[in-house]
């Protein structure tokens, strides 16, 4: 469930940016699809750093465990 996973508040803002794409697709849909591509093209990077970022702090996690 969004609303649980976001919260209020983040579920409005998630509608509020979905509504101004939407809004801005049917002024210039060309624009709208280039700008949408652009955030999910960083968005990926912000991904891959999350990713890199929990297995670093597993391994360190995991290498100072007492075995």
Known sequence: NLRTDL????????ILLSLGVAMWAVGDILAAHKGYFRMAHFHAHLEIMALALLAIEGRRTRSTLPT
């Open 7 to 14: 919260g209020d508040a983040g579920l409005a803002v998630a």
